[in-house]
């Protein structure tokens, strides 16, 4: 028999100091991105599921736990990303004709996790600009990741930037099954050039020629010029191309500190990103700390197909990588109806101190506190003490 109290597989209670840090990382991120112009939107946890899954792939259906409303009989989802629901309030709610600079944190639930060691319930926060289709959106949304992690105390960051329509270049005009287009994606995402070239047979010579070259570039700035040799002359590889290079030369110029890479094999999301993409790691992640980029095709199945760009992130991953920022001090006092002890507590907290008062036959047992000091009778007078 299942013990009531166990929990399901990749779920965990937060206790109180881990509680206390991740509030106050959330505060800080809200705080930066509010100082960037962002405004906070709280989408609802359950929401219609062609809603949810709108524009955004297999991926995020098989992530998604579904259950019917018992209201109306239709299916219902319980969200595993924010996006979709942030461009439909960008699209029908506030339905703005210039810029909506958007941001959001909330909890969302995944059918399993997304990497080993990772738990289902993630504390999503995120930030999304519409409006606008020029780098400067881009750029703007990196200013705000960067500036939020360095917010949060997170040293060492290296931005690696790739770009969807590098694909898009290489596969325009050419016939393809989806099955075969999800092996060569699969094959480029596990850097597998064997398995890259037995999923591209068939294809024209230069495509194929193209796909091979595309594994093998990561690294640092001399990957583009690489890339411009390697790959077929077109347009959108152009674009792409120059986008990367200008991006990463802004976040050099605005960032000290912070490393840009290149992995134009990363298709991660590839699904609905339309554009630059790129994530966020540091020393000692296992895993890309935020990701995001253009995703300019989000809003369309809400009847607003305009461009678009953002990023996410875990909150409860975020901090761990921060790391622990130390019980806060606090000060204890004694219970009692007294009436000069109780204004004394009352002034102290109100000057932003944390005051525990010690109920009777009871110490002091929190783990988020650490009680440095005492209010204490003095001739009298309460006053507080170091212990």
């Not at 509680?19 to 509010?34: N, V």
């Not at 004709?97 to 944190?105: A, D, F, N, V």
């Not at 999503?124 to 200013?143: C, K, M, N, P, T």
């Amino acid at each position: 028999m299942t013990s009531a109290w166990l929990l399901p597989e990749h779920l965990a209670d937060v206790l109180p100091s881990e509680a206390r840090r991740i509030e106050d990382l959330r505060r800080r991120l809200l705080d930066t991105a509010r100082s960037h112009g962002y405004e906070l939107v709280m989408p609802p946890l359950v929401e219609h599921l062609e809603s949810l899954l709108s524009g955004t792939g297999e991926a995020l259906d098989l992530q998604t736990f579904k259950l019917v409303d018992q209201l109306s009989g239709r299916m219902l989802g319980l969200r595993a990303d924010t996006t979709p629901q942030v461009a439909r309030i960008d699209a029908h709610l506030l339905n703005r004709e210039g810029l909506s600079r958007l941001c959001y944190c909330g909890p969302v639930l995944h059918t399993r996790p997304g990497a080993p060691g990772a738990g289902r319930e993630l504390l999503q926060f995120g930030a999304e600009l519409y409006g606008h289709a020029g780098l400067e959106a881009d750029l703007e949304i990196h200013d705000l990741a960067l500036d939020g992690l360095a917010a949060l105390g997170i040293q060492g960051a290296v931005l690696d930037l790739a770009d969807a329509r590098l694909m898009r270049g290489l596969m325009a005009g050419v016939p393809c099954q989806p099955a075969q287009i999800e092996a060569v994606y699969a094959a480029l995402a596990g850097k597998d050039a064997a398995g890259l070239q037995e999923a591209s047979a068939g294809l024209p010579a230069e495509l194929r020629a193209g796909l091979a070259a595309l594994v093998q570039l990561y690294g640092d700035e001399a990957v583009l010029d690489e890339a411009a040799r390697a790959l077929p002359d077109r347009p959108l590889i152009r674009a792409a191309l120059a986008d990367l290079r200008g991006l990463a030369g802004h976040a050099r110029r605005t960032h000290a500190g912070v490393q840009v890479g290149f992995d134009l094999a990363d298709l991660s999301g590839f699904a609905y990103y339309s554009g630059p993409r790129f994530a966020v790691y540091a020393p000692g992640a296992s895993d890309a700390l935020l990701r995001g980029g253009r995703y300019d095709e989000v809003g369309a199945i809400f009847g607003r197909n305009r461009p678009a760009v953002g990023f996410s992130t875990d909150l409860k991953a975020l901090a761990a990588q921060a790391g622990a920022s130390g019980r806060r001090t606090a000060i204890r006092a004694p219970w009692g109806e007294d009436s000069a002890l109780r204004e004394a507590v009352r002034s102290l907290r109100e000057q932003g101190e944390t005051v525990v008062c010690l109920l009777p036959g009871h110490g002091h047992e929190t783990q988020e506190f650490a009680c440095d000091r005492e209010v204490v009778a003095v001739d009298g007078h309460w006053i507080v003490r170091a212990l």
